[in-house]
């Protein structure tokens, strides 16, 4: 998994003229955007998967937040069983690439789970009560989604551990002295230290899950490179059409690197 280093000031205190260049190239293209017929074609159809770029990485990062979190914490249980499951699902998960994820949850996943679905449920389905499902009841987009959501959570568990193991534990020590259960010193005094190191690489996973939102192409979801090589197969225009998709995935992650990066800066301020 690619990871996006979010935009910083150089160490010298230089200004940032590589964010400059870009504004200047970004405003460039979006200028010939605007006056020629062909890019305005072209961004258009691309635009039409904007939505779909958007919803498979928010729902994604979202579902891969939440079971990231719930993995970081059964890897810190005391159960040794609990532990050993977790580390499992890190190091296994870690070790398979995205798309090979991708291609698995689709045509392997996907099935299986119809088919224990239909399995548990026959009693109902012979009765008439239940209807069995079929494979095509789930959509090639939520079988992404899935995908992405088992593929990052084995990252941003580690994530979580590694921030929330960053806390003093004189501080877990002392909250467990004025009787506070395990609950809320998680939720009063572990989590709020621990998002300051947990955001800036939590950060990086999720513009790194914009560009590989890309990958759901492969099944033909129509996302922004979906409708891009659509377009491109059926008018030849390469170079045009993938200059387009290269246009909106860099003002998508740089614009969010610098987002977050801003965010992640008055974090810091209001905890000084």
Do not use: C
């Not at 059964?74 to 159960?79: A, V, W």
């Not at 009560?129 to 088992?150: F, G, K, N, Q, T």
């Amino acid at each position: 998994m690619a990871f996006q280093t979010l935009p910083q000031g150089d160490q010298k205190g230089d200004r940032p003229w590589w964010l400059i260049a870009f504004l200047v190239l970004a405003a460039a293209l979006a200028g010939v955007i605007f006056v020629s017929d062909l890019y305005a074609q072209v961004f258009n159809t691309v635009a039409k998967g904007l939505w779909v770029t958007i919803f498979v990485t928010l729902v994604g990062f979202a579902l891969a937040t939440a079971l990231g979190l719930l993995i970081a914490l059964l890897g810190m249980s005391d159960s040794v069983v609990l532990r050993q499951i977790a580390r499992f699902y890190v190091e296994v998960v870690r070790g398979i690439p995205i798309i090979v994820l991708l291609f698995y949850i689709a045509f392997v996943g996907a099935p299986g789970l119809v088919a224990l679905y239909n399995f548990i449920t026959s009693p109902l389905i012979s009765a008439g009560l239940a209807e069995p499902m079929v494979v095509r009841d789930i959509s090639l987009m939520w079988r992404a989604i899935i995908a992405l959501m088992i593929g990052y959570s084995a990252f941003i568990a580690e994530i979580f551990r590694a921030g929330i193991q960053s806390i003093d534990k004189g501080q877990i020590e002392a909250a467990k002295a004025l009787g506070l259960s395990r609950g809320q010193r998680f939720r009063l005094v572990v989590f709020p230290q621990a998002i300051r190191v947990i955001f800036p690489p939590l950060s990086n996973d999720f513009v790194a899950m914009v560009k590989d939102s890309s990958l759901v192409s492969v099944l033909g979801v129509a996302d922004i490179t979906q409708m891009g090589k659509v377009y491109a197969s059926g008018s030849f225009r390469f170079f045009e059409t993938y200059s387009i998709v290269a246009y909106v995935y860099l003002v998508l992650t740089i614009g969010l690197s610098i987002l977050l990066r801003g965010f992640e800066q008055r974090m810091r301020a209001r905890h000084r």
